[in-house]
């Protein structure tokens, strides 16, 4: 089962690419299979990042169905 995450600035920046599909049954899950094909760089990024499940704010356990999209938003600053 894989679920599509899609990167956003750091993030995308530490993964090489703006999306991909990853394996994983929870948000953390996911994240972990990212964090093993990309690096420690998006390890580090992505532990400082908002994470969204099909648009509602989600933590490591929330469920990811297959199919489902998670977006990996970095801190923004400025205003």
Same mark, same amino acid.
Do not use: K, P, Q, W
């Given at each position: 089962m894989s679920v599509r995450v899609r990167w956003f600035a750091a993030a995308?920046?530490?993964a090489g690419c703006a999306e991909g599909d990853y394996p994983g049954t929870t948000v953390a899950e996911v994240l972990d *299979?990212?964090?093993? =094909?990309? /690096?420690? =760089?998006? *390890?580090?990024v992505?532990? =400082?990042c908002a994470v969204l499940v099909e648009g509602r704010r989600a933590d /490591?356990?929330?469920p990811v169905p297959q199919g489902t999209v998670?977006?990996?938003l970095p801190p923004f600053a400025g205003g």
């Open positions: 995308a920046e530490a *299979a990212a964090a093993a =094909r990309h /690096g420690e =760089r998006l *390890a580090a992505a532990a =400082r /490591g356990s929330t998670v977006d990996v």
